[in-house]
Nanobody
Framework: QLQLVESGGGLVQPGGSLRLSCAAS????????IGWFRQAPGKEREGVSCISSSDGSTYYADSVKGRFTISRDNAKNTVYLQMNSLKPEDTAVYYCAADEYYGPTIRSMCIMTLPIDHWGQGTQVTVSS
């Protein structure tokens, strides 16, 4: 059974850091693009960062550019999101998602041009003093 499991969320003070992990089971991540998305209360789900399967190209939302870094370790079947300089507005449930086909560019996945097949259950990130 194909499954994505997020971990690493929690409560952190503004300016702090967290590293989220997305572990896959039941399939090999090598051939999948992976995206991190978030949803704050009362807001729509938005793409934060995505990474392709082919050449490792990445996309970042403007709101996180320079602060967040996405990476993948295919040997561990895991994708990471390193989040630095966290702000209260980063507070949300963070989801990872995977798909073999996402559109013409990796940005297409993050803006959800096409439906994404596989989602994790989410992990809460709260940035507060």
């Amino acid at each position: 059974q194909l499954q994505l499991v997020e971990s690493g969320g929690g409560l952190v003070q503004p300016g702090g850091s967290l590293r989220l992990s997305c572990a896959a089971s039941g399939f090999t991540l090598d051939y999948y693009a992976i995206g991190w998305f978030r949803q704050a209360p009362g807001k729509e789900r938005e793409g934060v960062s995505c990474i392709s399967s082919s050449d490792g190209s990445t996309y970042y939302a403007d709101s996180v550019k320079g602060r967040f870094t996405i990476s993948r370790d295919n040997a561990k079947n895991t994708v990471y999101l390193q989040m630095n300089s966290l702000k209260p507005e980063d507070t949300a449930v963070y989801y990872c998602a995977a798909d073999e086909y996402y559109g013409p560019t990796i940005r297409s996945m993050c803006i959800m041009t096409l439906p994404i097949d596989h989602w994790g259950q989410g992990t809460q990130v709260t940035v507060s003093s």
